[in-house]
Structure formats: C-alpha cells, structure tokens
C-alpha cells in the first residue's frame, strides 16, 4: 500500500492513526479540590491524575470516523438568543418565538443530517487509510 498522493510507504490505517494520536493526548491533570476523607477529615488539596484531555493530534482528528453534531441546549439557547437579535434588528413580528422555532429545528435537524452523512462516510471507515508524509486520507484495499 502506497499513499495516491505522494506515492510514499509511510501510510497507516486511518482507525490506528486515531487511536495513536488521541492516546498520545493523555495527560497529567492537576487541579485544586476540596478532599472529604475519612482521615483527613475535609480538607483543600491539589491532586493529580490521569485524564484524556478533548484535544487530539491533527492526524488523529483527520483520521477520525465522521461524528454525528450534537447541538446542546447552551448552544441551543446561544443560537436562539442570536436569532432573536437578528429578527428584532429586521424588525420582524414575534422575533422571539420565530428564533425559537429555528432553534429547536437546527437542534432536532443538525444531529438528524450529521447523522445520516456520518452513517454513509463511515461505511468504507475500515478502509481508510492515511499517509503519515503528505496527510492525505483515502479509501483503499484492507
Ligand atoms: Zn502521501
């Protein structure tokens, strides 16, 4: 196997390429707490521990099966204040209610549409490739 691009060697399975990467992001956390032991009683300490933190290498996020977007209600709510905003701006009758309308059908909608592209991009995932020299990801043979 060769990358189509580059012609280089150097390509990997794109599923193992995301492991790699989001494994390598695991990091040390520290942070101060508030600690209620039985023998220490309650006390303020700084600890540390071992987390996965959201970030990940770029060739992991290229690599990665495409995910379905969930939009949240603060994301949700952040939309709806937004629009509402806009339609007062154009001075629209019931500014409020027609952006809570459009906000709640980009919520159902853009994890309804992410879902279905997510569903037929991953279908060939197993056959994805990418190659660690130019970055390019395509779909090949196992
Ligand atoms: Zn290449």
Redesign the pocket.
């Known amino acids: 196997m060769h990358?189509p691009?580059?012609n280089?060697v150097q390509v990997r399975k794109a599923s193992a390429v995301y492991m790699d990467g989001t494994l390598k992001t695991k990091t040390r956390i520290r942070g101060v707490g508030i600690t209620a032991g039985r023998r220490e009683g309650l006390g303020l300490g700084v600890f540390t521990g071992r987390g996965v933190s959201r970030g990940s290498t770029i060739a992991a996020e290229k690599a990665d099966r495409a995910r379905v977007i969930w939009i949240g209600p603060f994301k949700g709510l952040s939309v709806c204040i937004l629009f509402s905003v806009i339609f007062a701006v154009l001075q629209l009758y019931d500014p409020f209610g027609k952006a809570l309308g459009l906000a709640i059908a980009i919520m159902i909608g853009c994890p309804a549409a992410t879902a279905i592209l997510a569903a037929m991009n991953n279908q060939d995932y197993d056959r994805r490739w990418y190659?660690d020299?130019?970055g390019?990801v395509w779909t090949g043979e196992i």
Request: glycine content about 0%; proline content about 0%.
């Open positions: 990358c691009s580059c280089s190659c020299t130019c390019e």
